[in-house]
């Protein structure tokens, strides 16, 4: 097995783009945390802090929501690029946390100043408009406020910035404008009759500030001085690609970007800067929250992958729906996002299932079809076309090297490569760092791995 050095990619320009091909928590955040080594900045493109990656180090387990994998890593400068949406309040709290862990952030965190601001009435938004919605309609949402805040940027009305910060008398003012607008809102719309209090609002964003305030820049002018001096970047996707605002199972989305077409201006640099996309995927498929699920397994078989993978979210700790791999979806998401390989995450965790189900096709209203339908309500009706593979009773998280998976399992992901149209390269079968696996098999033997040495 190839070691950490020699993962990095090999692509025209040295940057990458790491991205989830499912409904989020396909295991981003261990893959970008084996990359660091080989980069020299990370940087978080979209999404909040409804985003959750979990890193194993040395047997310490980290949940980071708004900071990027590469804080952990000392030698590495992060970056929250301007797609981001900041909740100032808890990214301090994130921040305390690591440094109380040894780990601080301090000279190796920037900040955009042209990111928006999550406020803590849109995190009220949120919880009223869910609450008031239908059970049947709710989208299932984290209630981080993100939505409402996305929707206040794309408003351009009641948008708030990191540089709006700078000027505390003028941010004060803005609070108030924009509480006065939102508690008509919310009186009309959802009957909420409590008062916001603008004063104390603007207060505790500001006191965030004041932390923070070492820590914010002109983030895209950073991240140009650091391409043009030839350091190498690893840009962060957050959510998945079946999430994405334009592209995803909408209405039950997030609400942005969340494939590699984000990268240029989620993060501030030319398009095409990440000419090189690395997919991840589980070894099954999971969904938090609502919307249509086509391969879900409502069944003892879904509750036994989701126990054996410990499926909970990292942000809401909600039980994820489990399902068998959705190739239908995954090729979707690999075309949209112009992927170039994939790292198959929760290998293990399908030990012991007699047999593995792939889904290769969906039936639409008595038609068979190897796309996804636009139409949410068509996806709901869609039922998987499904191809059983032999499952394995060896446990692959003692092996070292691809080739010394099972069999089965090593035909398992040949299978998985040839109906998504792109090669396996990284394979997973643990939590910890050393439980990764890089390069080819026999079986799985076409194509050029980000493991390759240059």
């Known amino acids: 097995m190839l070691g950490v050095e020699g993962m990095a990619s090999r692509g025209p320009n040295g940057h990458t783009c790491?991205?989830?091909l499912g409904w989020g928590d396909e295991g981003k955040g261990k893959i970008v945390d084996l990359l660091c080594p080989d980069y020299d900045v990370v940087v978080r493109f979209n999404g909040g802090a409804n985003a959750g990656h979990t890193v194993c180090v040395d047997g310490e387990k980290y949940a980071l929501h708004l900071l990027p994998t590469g804080t952990l890593h000392t030698h590495?400068?992060?970056?929250i690029g301007p797609g981001v949406v900041v909740d100032p309040i808890a990214l301090v709290t994130e921040i305390d946390a690591m440094a109380a862990r040894g780990l601080s952030v301090e000279g190796r965190l920037h900040i955009s100043d042209r990111a928006h601001l999550v406020m803590p009435y849109h995190q009220l938004e949120d919880r009223l408009?869910?609450?008031?919605?239908?059970?049947?309609?709710?989208?299932?949402?984290?209630v981080r406020g993100i939505g409402p805040c996305y929707a206040d940027k794309m408003r351009r009305t009641a948008g708030l910035r990191v540089c709006d910060l700078f000027d505390a008398a003028r941010f004060r003012e803005r609070v108030a404008e924009i509480v006065r607008y939102k508690s008509a809102v919310f009186k009309a719309a959802y009957d909420y009759r409590d008062e916001l209090d603008a004063g104390a609002i603007a207060a505790d964003v500001l006191a965030a500030a004041d932390r923070l305030q070492p820590l914010l820049r002109d983030a895209t002018q950073f991240l140009q001085d650091q391409m043009a001096d030839?350091?190498?970047?690893?840009?962060?996707g957050a959510n998945g690609a079946m999430l994405d605002i334009d592209h995803g199972t909408y209405p039950y989305v997030t609400s942005s970007t969340t494939t590699a077409a984000g990268v240029a201006s989620g993060a501030g640099v030319p398009p095409g800067s990440a000419r090189h996309v690395l997919g991840v995927v589980k070894a099954y498929s999971t969904r938090v929250g609502r919307g249509p699920f086509v391969t879900e397994l409502n069944s003892e078989t879904g509750?036994?992958?989701r126990k054996a993978g410990n499926e909970y979210g990292t942000t809401t700790g909600r039980p994820r729906r489990c399902g068998w791999f959705d190739a239908v979806a995954t090729r979707y998401a690999v075309r949209l996002g112009g992927v170039t390989e994939l790292a198959v995450m929760h290998l293990d965790t399908l030990t012991g299932f007699r047999t593995i189900g792939v889904c290769t096709g969906y039936r639409v209203d008595g038609r068979t079809v190897t796309t996804i339908p636009p139409d949410c309500d068509a996806l709901a009706r869609a039922e998987p076309v499904i191809e059983f593979a032999d499952g394995w009773d060896s446990n692959p998280a003692g092996a070292t090297t691809v080739d010394e998976l099972p069999d089965p399992a090593r035909r398992y992901l040949a299978r998985v490569e040839e109906l998504v149209g792109v090669p396996v390269t990284i394979v997973s079968v643990g939590p910890q760092r050393h439980q990764t696996l890089f390069g080819r098999t026999q079986v799985c033997d076409r194509g050029r791995s980000v493991a390759a040495p240059a």
């Open 76 to 79: 590495i400068q992060s970056v």
């Open 230 to 236: 030839g350091r190498r970047l690893l840009f962060e």
């Open 129 to 142: 408009g869910e609450s008031a919605a239908p059970a049947d309609e709710q989208i299932g949402t984290t």
């Open 18 to 20: 790491v991205v989830g």
């Open 303 to 305: 509750d036994a992958i």
